[in-house]
């Protein structure tokens, strides 16, 4: 019974990813989110299924459709439920070895998705996805940020190899969420380097051997370490950058529409007015030192629970 349920959620999750020569030769459906409910239902409530699914080489056959609907979904305000559901089934997967275990197969089959294009395996995926769904900024995705780097934490310990790509995904996310005016906007910011930093100790710790990328990268940027590691604590100077903060933020409500999803989110601010490439504003945005404002809420980075 349990290999009917998974060759069925396979099977049907699979669908939006087969490619045929011949237009409408495959007919696609149209009720992800609630498959993906059903699915996360049956691994909550059924700890057998659970585990039969982790033990499963079929286990991919359910991370990489899940992936290409994050992916899909993460600009579309309609389907931030589907972006929920499909983060509460990597979080709940990821809290078991097999999980992180599995990853470390080459990822092989290509898939219709705007990312970079990367040789290594299904564990670089999942983090250059998550990146993706990072830097794109979208203000209803901030609550998600602590469970995206959860799942990377709980992962870190088994990856045996990461690609070059996903290794300096990984340093970028570092030295945005490092910056002074990031971790000062508000009292949680500092969670999200505290998870990278153990995601770096882990990779370091357990797989040393096999991550000759990531160790490059990281001595390539050692100076993002150095200057976090010489963060002012004291409080006049936490308090110069709020007073900066407070300021930027008046004039900006001032010479902005009042458009509410804008004064909402948090962004990355940069005096270029192209917008063309997500990653590209925030790399901008660090190498000129701007200011990262928060518009009139902090960003919010509390774990989200469960449905």
Not at 103 to 108: C, D, Q, R, T, V
Not at 183 to 205: G, K, M, P, R, T
Request: aromatic share 10%; glycine share 4%; proline share 4%.
């Amino acid at each position: 019974d349990l290999s009917i349920l998974l060759k069925g959620f396979c099977r049907l999750l699979n669908n939006p990813l087969i490619q045929t020569y011949l237009p409408g030769s495959c007919k696609k459906i149209g009720f992800y989110q609630e498959l993906l409910i059903l699915f996360w239902k049956f691994c909550d409530r059924n700890k057998k299924f659970l585990y039969y699914v982790l033990k499963s080489g079929e286990i991919l056959d359910i991370i990489v459709p899940i992936l290409y609907f994050l992916n899909d979904a993460r600009s579309d305000t309609s389907k931030i439920g589907l972006m929920h559901i499909g983060i509460f089934i990597l979080l709940l997967l990821s809290g078991e070895r097999n999980f992180g275990v599995r990853l470390n197969k080459p990822y092989i089959t290509r898939i219709p998705m705007n990312i970079p294009i990367f040789t290594g395996t299904h564990a670089d995926l999942l983090i250059i996805v998550f990146h993706k769904i990072i830097v794109s900024a979208h203000q209803r995705l901030q609550p998600l940020y602590d469970c995206l780097l959860t799942i990377i934490v709980n992962i870190s310990p088994y990856l045996k190899s990461l690609s070059m790509v996903s290794s300096n995904k990984l340093i970028h996310l570092l030295e945005a969420f490092s910056t002074p005016w990031f971790l000062f906007a508000a009292s949680d910011n500092h969670n999200l380097v505290f998870f990278l930093l153990e995601a770096f100790n882990n990779l370091i710790q357990y797989q040393f051997d096999g991550n000759a990328n990531l160790i490059y990268s990281i001595i390539r940027k050692r100076q993002i370490f150095f200057t976090l590691s010489n963060l002012p604590s004291d409080t006049q100077t936490i308090s110069k950058f709020g007073i900066k903060s407070i300021n930027s933020t008046s004039s900006s409500l001032k010479n902005s529409s009042p458009n509410k999803s804008e004064r909402k989110q948090t962004i990355f601010r940069t005096n270029s007015k192209s917008n063309t490439d997500d990653e590209s504003i925030i790399n901008r945005e660090i190498s000129q030192q701007s200011t990262i404002e928060t518009i009139n809420d902090p960003m919010i980075t509390t774990l989200a629970e469960t449905p």
